[in-house]
């Protein structure tokens, strides 16, 4: 297969949830690989908004064009104008990477209403907003890349991890149904199930927490960001117009345990 089957140019990307270091890993690989990208925020805080902005500063420096843009994902009209904004300032929309991420912990007898709301909101709604949006534009030019960023919680489970792992798995079956719902119409629907990551709040920085997730894991390490940058690369690109409604794991064998 000829290396001009991966490359990116010519190709708009938004990345919705790219405040985090997962974010800015496939923002910066779409980028590298020819891409322009307009990155978005989860929410309106003013961390993310930082994070976003210099996310867009590394695309910027690789030569490529893009925004960011500090939105709700789960407001319909801030998803449904930050996509005409790509379209408009950045000529279209090919690629769309949902990566949209609430983790939330707490035994289930404890939740309130609200809070099984939001974690669903973020993690799952966030993913059909931004992908109907998208389609909107993609359907009309009778191609495009969606990437729906999961986790191996959407195959697994996780004590005290109901609402974040329903939510995660509801992301893997919306990307085979959609999938199939837009085969015809030249959109591939694929996603990515993400392992333990070492640069994730919680995770990195708890020692313990960390030492008993590596001995768990058959590689015994946790995955960094940038491990999942060229299976993203690949789904965006013309290498994988064959592949659709697929959901990829890269998480170290974690669920290869009986």
Same mark, same amino acid.
């Given at each position: 297969?000829?290396?001009? /089957?991966?490359?990116?140019?010519?190709?708009?990307?938004?990345?919705?949830?790219?405040?985090? =270091?997962?974010?800015?890993?496939?923002?910066?690989?779409?980028?590298?690989?020819?891409?322009?990208?307009?990155?978005? =925020?989860?929410?309106?805080?003013?961390?993310?908004?930082?994070?976003?902005?210099?996310?867009?500063?590394?695309?910027?420096?690789?030569?490529?064009?893009?925004?960011?843009?500090?939105? /709700?994902?789960?407001?319909? @009209?801030?998803?449904?104008?930050?996509?005409?904004?790509?379209?408009?300032?950045?000529?279209?929309?090919?690629?769309?990477?949902?990566?949209?991420?609430?983790?939330?912990?707490?035994?289930?007898?404890?939740?309130?209403?609200?809070?099984?709301?939001?974690?669903? !909101?973020?993690?799952?709604?966030?993913?059909?907003?931004?992908?109907?949006?998208?389609?909107?534009?993609?359907? *009309?030019?009778?191609?495009?890349?969606?990437?729906?960023?999961?986790?191996?919680?959407?195959?697994?489970?996780?004590?005290?991890?109901?609402?974040?792992?329903?939510?995660?798995?509801?992301?893997? *079956?919306?990307?085979?149904?959609?999938?199939?719902?837009?085969?015809?119409?030249?959109?591939?629907?694929?996603?990515?199930?993400?392992?333990?990551?070492? +640069?994730?709040?919680?995770?990195? *920085? +708890?020692?313990?927490?960390?030492?008993?997730?590596?001995?768990?894991?058959?590689?015994?390490?946790?995955?960094?960001?940038?491990?999942?940058?060229?299976?993203?690369?690949?789904?965006?690109? /013309?290498? @994988? +117009?064959?592949?659709?409604?697929? !959901?990829?794991?890269?998480?170290?064998?974690?669920?290869?345990?009986?």
């Amino acid at each position: 297969m000829a290396q001009k /089957d991966f490359e990116l140019a010519g190709r708009v990307a938004l990345v919705v949830g790219g405040a985090t =270091s997962l974010g800015r890993a496939l923002a910066v690989a779409l980028a590298e690989a020819g891409a322009d990208v307009a990155v978005t =925020s989860c929410t309106q805080d003013k961390q993310e908004e930082v994070a976003v902005n210099s996310a867009v500063n590394e695309v910027w420096a690789i030569g490529r064009k893009g925004f960011a843009a500090a939105i /709700d994902a789960t407001d319909a @009209s801030q998803v449904d104008a930050v996509v005409q904004r790509v379209v408009d300032e950045l000529g279209g929309l090919h690629i769309l990477v949902n990566n949209p991420d609430l983790p939330f912990a707490k035994p289930l007898a404890e939740f309130r209403d609200e809070e099984w709301q939001r974690v669903l !909101a973020t993690n799952l709604t966030a993913v059909f907003l931004a992908s109907r949006a998208a389609a909107r534009v993609m359907l *009309g030019q009778g191609k495009g890349k969606v990437i729906n960023i999961s986790s191996l919680l959407g195959q697994g489970g996780l004590i005290n991890s109901a609402a974040y792992c329903a939510a995660k798995a509801g992301v893997i *079956g919306m990307t085979r149904a959609l999938a199939l719902e837009w085969a015809r119409d030249g959109i591939n629907v694929n996603c990515i199930g993400v392992g333990f990551l070492d +640069d994730v709040p919680g995770i990195g *920085g +708890d020692e313990a927490l960390k030492a008993a997730l590596e001995r768990y894991l058959p590689m015994r390490r946790l995955a960094h960001s940038q491990e999942m940058a060229g299976l993203a690369v690949y789904l965006a690109s /013309d290498a @994988s +117009d064959f592949v659709t409604g697929q !959901a990829i794991f890269i998480e170290g064998g974690a669920l290869s345990h009986a």
